[in-house]
């Protein structure tokens, strides 16, 4: 397993960006489907980005499309979520998972590597 450490979370206003950080340690991050997560308070955790191993391929979940971006850089072994135009349903905790699948799946059952969160309040 690769350890992972996510960063860059905080409070924002509606509409305001924030960009979530997760450096990777201990493995190198190349071989595995990286992904972000969330889990609001009551509900169940749910996927919101996934990268494949090369960088060249995304997927995101429907209610994100088009305001967030994941990206990655195995060089520096390391994965970033840019988030823009923010709302309030976006506050959750946020989670950094790898996946050593060849494709990108969203179950977080099938990730096997998490890091700990990063909390992300948006305000109304």
């Known amino acids: 397993q690769v350890r992972l450490v996510e960063s860059g979370g905080g409070l924002v206003q509606a509409g305001g960006s924030l960009r979530l950080s997760c450096a990777a340690s201990g493995r190198s991050i190349s071989t595995y489907v990286m992904g972000w997560f969330r889990q609001a308070p009551g509900k169940e955790r749910e996927f919101v980005a996934g990268?494949?191993?090369?960088?060249?391929?995304?997927k995101y979940a429907d209610s994100v499309k088009g305001r967030f971006t994941i990206s990655r850089d195995n060089a520096k072994n390391a994965v970033s979520l840019q988030m823009n135009s923010l709302k309030p349903e976006d506050t959750a905790v946020y989670y950094c998972?790898?996946?050593?699948?060849?494709?990108?799946?969203?179950?977080?059952?099938?990730?096997?590597?998490w890091g700990r969160g990063a909390q992300v309040t948006v305000s109304s």
């Open positions: 998972a790898g996946d050593s699948a060849v494709f990108i799946r969203t179950a977080s059952n099938e990730f096997d590597s």
């Open positions: 990268i494949n191993r090369g960088g060249a391929i995304t």
